[in-house]
């Protein structure tokens, strides 16, 4: 269960939660990660509880720019990922080959997700 009060979130709010939360449970998450990213979600797109008192400051206008500037991030990533010289296109053995000239211990022994997140670090 997600930690604090959901008391201030308006009722569109809990219903997109709970949307998105029986998403992620079909996609195979756990019922608690489900529910830790249906409220990630739905606080980055929304800025938080938007009930009167909920100690929201931040503006439709600043609510609008975030989500702008967070779709824009997403898309990038996507972009990123779709590059014809990005980790995730590459082999095992191309990613171990930079590995090992970033010299990462260790890398003979990783499997594909372990050499681009240590590759990703350095």
Known sequence: MTTG?????????KRKAK??????EEKGFSPE???EIAWATV???SGGGE?????????????KAARKDSAKNA??????KAE?????????VQLRTKAQQKNISGRSSMNKAEL??????H
Not at 51 to 63: I, N, P, Y
Not at 116 to 121: E, K, P
């Open 84 to 92: 014809p010289n990005a980790l995730e296109t590459q082999t095992v």
């Open 51 to 63: 009930l009167k008192g909920s100690g929201t400051t931040m503006s439709a206008q600043e609510k």
């Open 19 to 24: 949307h998105i939360e029986e998403s992620y």
């Open 116 to 121: 681009i997140q240590a590759l990703r670090r």
């Open 5 to 13: 009060s959901k008391e201030k979130y308006t009722a569109k709010q």
């Open 75 to 80: 898309v990038a990533t996507k972009l990123a």
């Open 33 to 35: 990660k489900a529910e």
């Open 43 to 45: 606080n980055k797109q």
